[in-house]
């Protein structure tokens, strides 16, 4: 084993008090997305960071400009409409969790949208089928 991926500090801690050599890598779901969260992860002995899906490839680039510490991106896929990896929706509506690797893109459904009306009183339908919450797949193959 080379690495672990952490998400919980807790027990990022409780690794390095007794496998301290153990490689950590903090996870997606550490929600890492600027520079203070990048040298946040180093400041706790992190290795790695992976870098938050919905990170733009400016953000990437003026983090891995600094060489701080390792970091890890998604180049291709889909972006999360929340923080990386921590997405609820997705069990709620699809019944497979994000948060273990397994999202069911609710994100990507269309939805009826509603809204009040003049009075307040009563919610009236301002569109259907309508894919609000998709954003664009992140694609930097390139």
Do not use: W
């Amino acid at each position: 084993m080379d690495a672990l991926i952490i998400q919980d500090l807790g027990f990022a801690d409780l690794l390095k008090r007794y496998l301290p050599n153990m490689e950590l890598h903090l996870s997606t779901q550490g929600t890492i997305y600027n520079m203070e969260g990048v040298k946040a992860a180093k400041k706790l002995n992190f290795s790695r960071a992976v870098l938050a899906r919905e990170m733009n490839l400016d953000e990437i680039k003026s983090i891995v400009d600094e060489n701080i510490m390792e970091v890890e991106v998604f180049i291709h896929g889909a972006l999360c409409i929340c923080y990386s990896g921590q997405c609820q929706m997705s069990m709620e509506i699809g019944g497979r969790s994000g948060n273990r690797g397994v999202c069911a893109q609710p994100c990507r459904l269309p939805y009826d949208i509603y809204g009040m009306t003049n009075s307040g009183k009563e919610p009236r339908l301002l569109s259907m089928k309508n894919f609000a919450l998709s954003p664009k797949d992140l694609c930097t193959l390139d």
